[in-house]
């Protein structure tokens, strides 16, 4: 289905260059926040997202090292 949008300029600018950042297009982008808000998302879908995260984030938090009592405690920011 198509679907046709007023949106300022400016708007349609910076969400172009958020989406870009992310390695996506703005209508892929649109899509998926419309999924999400409906609920529809597929396992692949989830799993396509899951996997762009993990490229994003290396999962290291620099030079320290966390304890695991630390951890348990709350105490690891």
Request: aromatic fraction near 6%; charged fraction near 40%; charge should be neutral.
């Given at each position: 289905m198509n679907l046709t949008?007023?949106?300022?300029e400016e708007i349609v600018e910076r969400a172009r260059d958020a989406a870009r950042q992310q390695g996506t297009s703005l209508n892929a982008l649109i899509r998926q926040?419309?999924?999400s808000l409906a609920g529809r998302r597929t396992g692949a879908e989830l799993a396509r997202e899951l996997a762009r995260q993990w490229?994003?984030?290396s999962g290291r938090s620099g030079k320290t090292r966390?304890?695991?009592?630390?951890?348990y405690a709350?105490?690891?920011r």
């Open positions: 949008l007023s949106v300022d926040y419309l999924e490229k994003q984030h966390a304890r695991r009592e630390d951890a709350g105490r690891v």
